[in-house]
């Protein structure tokens, strides 16, 4: 039969869908009824149709995002029986945490560095011991974590010196692939909107195209996290494509896709009731997964209060084992096109981010801006609207300013410190600090029982 069924039903408009809506609401309006507004100012409707589609052509080859597991080096050798048994169970891709200088040779033995995604966040900046540990991987799927301005924003200090970590860098850069590293996560775990996270990751990235040019493209790869805003996190990771591919065509830079490693934000999880991080962390992975990242972190549950356990690691890592195998989310960073509302959430995040980075770069740029406490006071800005929220209810943490269960006791639990840690150290500018939503009700809690 050649005849498509769809054509048998009548074509229904966006104003008629709407008129019917305004007949079954007998009397309310439809405006306040039914729409919202985001804090940046983006308007949900209760319907999209194809009309609401911009940028129907957004192509990107299917693949499986990796699993990822985090290990940190302190016992090169214990660490790299971690690894192993991260892959024996699942895991496809690791993250290495260091905060000094390790044996590659042990770290790395018996791992394939030709077939293996390897990422390496390192606490510190030394050019030879990056370079000497390139030589020794020899492979482009290892990427190095080198963020020197996402140091600057998060610490309030370059590594040594603005001079010096450009040096640092542009050695690295010279020697290695993907070493160049914009980590957009301090920006969303301080309490960016979804657009100043978008905006300020692109004007981030600006800030090493300029110094580098446009041949160190391909160098790049992208972190974020992942918040619960389910359908805005999938619009988020795809605006951001756009944007990316916008910014290499004024570089007049060869289009690259970026490559994007996502894990759950820190902003939304709590110590009390720490079950339902599970739950939180399922959907900001699907998020990523749906969004196209290239690479999924998962965050274990207890990871604000408990020392990296077995356990923990072992459901963080089901739960992608879940979500890609039993629910068969492969080739999943297509899965999104098509979708009317989230095609229409990614062009308005693209527009409102795009117009935040045009005011950045008008007054300087991005480090100008950092250094001038911009990027901090806006962020700060938003992060106390949403802190608001919070604390009156209309944003929702269960276990926490809901549906709170009272026998739920942790001040016995705490094996880490799971709170905003207070320095005294001096700074050259106002470090960008992250701080989840329920810490001031977290100490008022732990402090009654």
């Known amino acids: 039969m050649n005849t498509n069924l769809f054509e048998q039903f009548e074509t229904t408009s966006a104003a008629a869908w709407k008129q019917k809506i305004q007949v079954d609401l007998k009397g309310d309006d439809y405006n ?47 660490a790299n029986q971690l690894a192993v048994d991260a892959f024996n169970r699942g895991a496809n891709s690791i993250e290495f945490k260091a905060s000094k200088a390790f044996d ?22 030394d050019a030879n011991f990056v370079n000497e540990l390139a030589k020794f991987c020899g492979s482009d799927r290892c990427y190095f974590d080198i963020d020197i301005v996402a140091k600057l924003a998060a610490s309030g200090n370059w590594f040594d010196t603005l001079k010096n970590d450009h040096s640092a860098l542009e050695s690295i850069v010279q020697n290695k692939s993907n070493s160049i590293c914009v980590n957009a996560s301090t920006y969303q775990n301080a309490g960016a909107t979804t657009s100043q996270e978008l905006a300020y990751a692109l004007a981030h990235a600006n800030e090493y195209l300029n110094y580098f040019g446009a041949a160190s493209a391909a160098q790049f790869h992208f972190k974020f996290s992942v918040g619960g805003n389910y359908f805005f996190e999938i619009a988020k990771l795809r605006a951001f494509r756009m ?15 970026a490559h994007i490693i996502c894990q759950p934000s820190l902003r939304n ?9 599970m739950l939180r962390t399922t959907s900001e992975c699907m998020s990523a997964i749906l969004g196209g990242a290239n690479t999924v972190l998962n965050t274990p549950y207890d990871v604000l209060f408990h020392k990296s356990n077995e356990f923990g690691e072992r459901i963080a890592r089901n739960q ?12 999943a960073n297509t899965i999104a096109d098509g979708a009317y509302y989230i095609e229409s959430l990614s062009d308005q995040l693209a527009e409102k981010a795009l117009a935040i980075f045009k005011t950045i770069e008008t007054a300087g740029g991005f480090l100008k801006q950092l250094k001038q406490g911009t990027i901090q006071r806006k962020i700060e800005e938003s992060a106390i609207k949403e802190q608001d929220r919070f604390n009156n209810g209309s944003l ?22 799971p709170f905003v840690k207070t320095t005294h150290k001096k700074t050259l500018i106002a470090p960008i600090i992250a701080k989840r939503l329920a810490e001031t009700y977290e100490k008022n809690r732990l402090d009654n029982e």
Not at 243 to 257: V, Y
């Open 269 to 277: 999880k709590t110590i009390y009731d720490y079950n339902v991080n």
């Open 243 to 257: 944007l990316w591919s916008a910014l290499l065509n004024e570089h007049e830079a060869e289009q690259t896709e």
């Open 32 to 78: 306040e009824s039914l729409l919202w507004k985001t804090d940046e100012g983006i308007t949900v409707k209760p319907f999209y149709t194809k009309e609401d589609r911009t940028n129907a052509e957004f192509p990107m080859t299917p693949f499986d995002a990796n699993i990822c597991q985090s290990i940190y080096v302190d016992n090169e050798k214990i």
């Open 396 to 417: 929702v943490l269960i276990g926490s300013n809901k549906q709170e269960n009272k026998t739920d006791l942790m001040k016995n639990e705490l094996a880490l410190y």
């Open 104 to 125: 590659s040779k042990i770290l790395l033995d018996g791992i394939n560095l030709q077939k293996t995604t390897l990422y390496f966040r390192l606490d510190w900046l």
């Open 320 to 331: 992608l084992l879940i979500l890609q195998k039993e629910c068969q989310l492969t080739n």
